[in-house]
């Protein structure tokens, strides 16, 4: 099966600052077929981005992703107070469909 | 708008069975692969299964496979999970999720609590 690592573990920033989060595949995924999710405390995850790069409908512009073969990477160009999560990367190249471990981001 | 609704879920023996529901609504059904997804207390996301929309195929985690059914009734606009010869390690919340082409997903309820313990 395909293993997702996401690093950092947890990002330490202000509001306002830029995240960039990574999410690397133990083998190249398809297509690049990889989707982010944003799980608040004691919510479901929201999906952000599928296909490495296109948002969800309603996700806000501040987000992106970018990233191909094994190597991807969200970036939130502008913290709000509502970005402060954990994220996740899945693959769905590949089968199985796996997630990564996850990163949180929290307020520094 | 999209809604999806679990119910089922409760304290169960190791051994024993138990039968997750999730209620669509929003959306034309059929016309849409469904999964489920869980996630054990502090832990991340693992898939779990997912159906496609004529409820002909479904697919699994080899975790859950040969104990775990995903099944589907869309005069109900229902999806179910039946869980079988429940171990500790299933203990999770378990997401009902519309999954796009099978395989990631736009839309998640809240989940419904699957606890395995004597």
């Known amino acids: 099966e395909t293993v997702l690592t996401q690093s950092p573990g947890t990002l330490s920033l202000s509001p306002g600052e830029r995240g960039t989060l990574s999410c690397r595949a133990s083998?190249?995924?398809?297509?690049?077929?990889l989707a982010w999710y944003q799980q608040k405390s004691g919510q479901a995850p929201r999906l952000l981005i599928y296909?490495?790069?296109s948002r969800a409908t309603g996700i806000p512009d501040r987000f992106s992703g970018s990233g191909s073969g094994t190597d991807f990477t969200l970036t939130i160009s502008r913290l709000e107070p509502e970005d402060f999560a954990v994220y996740y990367c899945?693959?769905?190249?590949?089968?199985?469909?796996?997630f990564g471990g996850g990163t949180k981001v929290e307020i520094k | 708008e999209v809604q999806l609704l679990e119910s089922g879920g409760g304290l169960v023996q190791p051994g024993g069975s138990l039968r997750l529901s999730c209620a669509a609504s929003g959306f034309t059904f059929s016309n849409y692969a469904m999964a489920w997804v869980r996630q054990a207390p502090g832990k991340g996301l693992e898939w779990v299964s997912s159906i496609d929309g004529s409820g002909g195929s479904s697919y699994y985690a080899d975790s859950v496979k040969g104990r775990f059914t995903t099944s589907r009734d869309s005069s109900k606009n229902t999806l179910y999970l039946q869980m079988n010869s429940l171990r500790a390690e299933d203990t999770a919340l378990y997401y009902c999720?519309?999954?796009?082409?099978?395989?990631?997903?736009?839309?998640w309820g809240q989940g419904a609590l699957v606890t395995v313990s004597s």
């Open positions: 899945q693959q769905y190249g590949n089968s199985p469909l796996t």
């Open positions: 296909g490495a790069s």
């Open positions: 083998q190249s995924v398809s297509n690049n077929y």
């Open positions: 999720a519309k999954a796009h082409m099978l395989v990631y997903f736009d839309y």
